[in-house]
Structures are given as structure tokens and as C-alpha cells.
T-cell receptor, first 114, second 110 residues
């Protein structure tokens, strides 16, 4: 299965600023997935990032708020823009290398907006 | 639309007990089901993956079963330990995404 390095592991940010989260995978993958986990909640898919095309966003999430880059088959970034306290969550990236291995997740970024 | 439910939402047991966590899903057209563990503020660690053709998978003290026809999966933890305290999530794939249950928050007391 894949190994994902996610950075930063946590951050405390001022409202109105932006934070970029990085995920590096040790294998080439077609799709990378970005999830949000609000306090006490389960995971919600933000968007799917394909290399060479624009990310596909789920209902309730927009590119201006969560721009995503996917410059190659092993790397992606998610930016949380113009942050407010409501953006305080854990953000996770994920890949599925092959169906037989299932999904692998990064270690998460715990974001607190003050 | 796939919906995944986990029961119970929280569970507190004394060390050494055997326990069962439940997961149900509404659409049985799945190709696998995955159980994850999440420690507070951290990412997800995959525990077990059951392919749709399998009935169960075992890893150490963990055993997961899958009954596609009834839309159910169980995670059995034998001889629980305080280090097992965490949130356990089940998830099923569909449409290039995972749908998660709400999780079971487990506390094992020494």
C-alpha cells in the first residue's frame, strides 16, 4: 500500500489568512482525495484532485475557498483560504493505490483558526 | 446514495473484555469495506480491508466480518487493552470516494 507524508501536522492561524497543506505520496496515483473532519464529526470529502485537470469539488465546497494543486502524480496541495473559526478542523488527504489495498490516509493536519 | 451507520456511537469497557462494533450500509453493491482507527487529532490508520468476495479478515486480536446481502459488517476486538482506546470508523467505496460511518468512540479502562 502507499505511504503518504502530510504537512503540517497542526497549525494555529489568524482569521482572514490562508494555509496550504501538502501531501506527498511514495507511489504514482491517478487521484488524490481531500477530506475535512469537523470537531466531533466524521469525514466529508472536499474534492478529488486529478493530475493535469481541475479538481472536482463536492457539494458545499468551492474552488475559491479550497484551491487545490496537483502538479504531478505524487504530490498535491490544499489551501484553506480566508479562514474563519468555522474552518477549524482536521484536514486529510487520501489515495487508493489499488482496490486490493484499500484507501490510505495521511496523518492529518489539525487546523485551529483564532 | 450510500449511507453508513455505526452502532454504538460510544462504548466504555473494562480491560480484557471482548467487544463488537457494528457497521451497516444501505447499498450492498460494494467491492470492499474498510475499518479504520483514529486517535484524537490524528489521521486514519487502516485496520482491516474485506473484499466483497470474502466473509471475514483477521489481524491479531481484530476480526472483521462482512455480510453484503444484509448490508452489515462487524469488528470484533478480543481481550481489549487500554491502548485500543480510539475512534473506529468503517467506510465503503463508491463513485471514487469513501463514505464513512459516524464512528464508534471506544474507551478501554485499566
Amino acid at each position: 500500500s502507499a505511504v503518504i507524508s502530510q504537512k503540517p501536522s497542526r497549525d494555529i492561524c489568524q482569521r482572514g489568512t490562508s494555509l496550504t497543506i501538502q501531501c506527498q505520496v511514495d507511489s504514482q496515483v491517478t487521484m488524490m482525495f481531500w477530506y475535512r473532519q469537523q470537531p466531533g464529526q466524521s469525514l466529508t470529502l472536499i474534492a478529488t484532485a486529478n493530475q493535469g485537470s481541475e479538481a472536482t469539488y463536492e457539494s458545499g465546497f468551492v474552488i475559491d475557498k479550497f484551491p487545490i494543486s496537483r502538479p504531478n502524480l505524487t504530490f498535491s496541495t490544499l489551501t484553506v483560504s480566508n479562514m474563519s473559526p468555522e474552518d477549524s478542523s482536521i484536514y486529510l488527504c487520501s489515495v487508493e493505490l489499488q482496490e486490493v489495498y484499500g484507501y490510505t490516509f495521511g496523518s492529518g493536519t489539525r487546523l485551529t483558526v483564532v | 446514495k450510500q449511507e453508513v451507520t455505526q452502532i454504538p456511537a460510544a462504548l466504555s469497557v473494562p480491560e480484557g473484555e471482548n467487544l463488537v462494533l457494528n457497521c451497516s450500509f444501505t447499498d450492498s453493491a460494494i467491492y470492499n469495506l474498510q475499518w479504520f482507527r483514529q486517535d484524537p487529532g490524528k489521521g486514519l490508520t487502516s485496520l482491516l480491508l474485506i473484499q466483497s468476495s470474502q466473509r471475514e479478515q483477521t489481524s491479531g486480536r481484530l476480526n472483521a466480518s462482512l455480510d453484503k446481502s444484509s448490508g452489515r459488517s462487524t469488528l470484533y476486538i478480543a481481550a481489549s487493552q487500554p491502548g485500543d482506546s480510539a475512534t473506529y470508523l468503517c467506510a465503503v467505496p463508491g463513485g471514487n470516494m469513501l463514505t464513512f460511518g459516524g464512528g464508534t468512540r471506544l474507551m478501554v479502562k485499566p
